[in-house]
């Protein structure tokens, strides 16, 4: 079982910078792709990222592809989420979660994730 902990949401203007952090509990954390999704307001959840176990392969949904960049330190057992040119629409909770299966790649979809964090929130003013 892993518990994640996401934090470095808050409140920034458009065209600002956030950097987002998950945290996960588990051993065998490093096995795992790990995927950054976001709920926004009256919306259902969507995916945003997605980094595999080895390769460190990344997955971007198109609407924040070239803004956002996805990444982790497995000796930190830490996944994070760089987001530049953050703009109004990008105000969701930001949620992360680690996939069902071990050693699957980045190209995965929602359901293919079992465990998820709280999620934080983002706000960007326009």
């Known amino acids: 079982q892993v518990t994640l902990v996401e934090s470095g949401g808050g409140l920034v203007q458009a065209g600002g910078s956030l950097r987002l952090s998950c945290a996960a509990s588990?051993?065998?954390?490093?096995?795992?792709?790990i995927g950054w999704f976001r709920q926004r307001p009256g919306k259902e959840r969507e995916f945003v990222a997605a980094i595999s176990w080895g390769l460190f392969n990344a997955y971007y949904a198109d609407s924040v592809k070239g803004r956002f960049t996805i990444s982790r330190d497995n000796a930190k057992n830490a996944v994070y989420l760089q987001m530049n040119s953050l703009k109004p629409e990008d105000t969701a909770v930001y949620i992360c979660?680690?996939?069902?299966?071990?050693?699957?790649?980045?190209?995965?979809?929602?359901?293919?994730?079992?465990?998820w964090g709280q999620g934080t929130q983002v706000t960007v003013s326009s």
């Open positions: 588990g051993r065998t954390f490093n096995s795992y792709t």
């Open positions: 979660a680690q996939h069902r299966v071990p050693f699957t790649t980045a190209q995965a979809q929602q359901a293919d994730f079992g465990s």
